[in-house]
């Protein structure tokens, strides 16, 4: 029945392990070929988001987890709300799922919004460097490569 909302939807977001067994992005989306926008979140690996024809791949940082719970899609939604491009929605989806992912319990307080952007903007190599670990979201003032934990 899921499965059937889903193919109803105009933007769908479901995490890999949360895909009716499926296995891989490619998978989920051959399942899954009617919603404009879907995105498949694909844990410490990454998200990857089908929109139209196009196909976008985004790695996660790295997160020292505090707790095991995310909040993938609501970074992603509230940056598709902003228009911002594909790469820094998935970006801010990862952001998201960080703060929750390294504060203990389910309620983590999301990075500022200019902090976010910040980070979001960053180049790829940079990307690819960024730690994220408990109390990120709690400095804004901090350049974005001072961000990253030993």
């Known amino acids: 029945m899921l499965r059937d909302l889903a193919r109803g939807a105009d933007l769908v977001c479901v995490g890999q392990d949360e ?12 399942a899954l070929p ?15 988001v089908f929109e139209q024809r196009d196909v976008t791949f985004v790695p996660a940082p790295r997160i020292d987890v505090g ?7 609501a970074g992603f ?41 910040r980070l979001a903007a960053l180049d790829d ?10 109390g990120w979201t709690d400095d804004t003032q901090r350049a974005p490569e001072e961000v990253r934990t030993p």
Request: positive net charge; aromatic residues 4%.
């Open 67 to 73: 707790a095991a719970v995310g909040a993938f899609a």
């Open 125 to 134: 190599a940079a990307w690819g460097r960024l730690r994220l670990g408990p």
């Open 19 to 30: 895909a009716w067994g499926l296995r891989g992005a490619q998978a989920v989306r051959a």
């Open 77 to 117: 939604l509230s940056a598709t709300l902003r228009g911002l491009p594909v790469r820094d929605r998935l970006r801010h989806g990862h952001l998201l799922a960080a703060a929750a992912l390294t504060a203990p319990g389910d309620l983590a307080a999301p990075p500022a919004r200019e902090h976010a952007d």
């Open 34 to 48: 009617e919603p404009g926008v879907l995105v498949v979140e694909q844990g410490a690996a990454g998200a990857t």
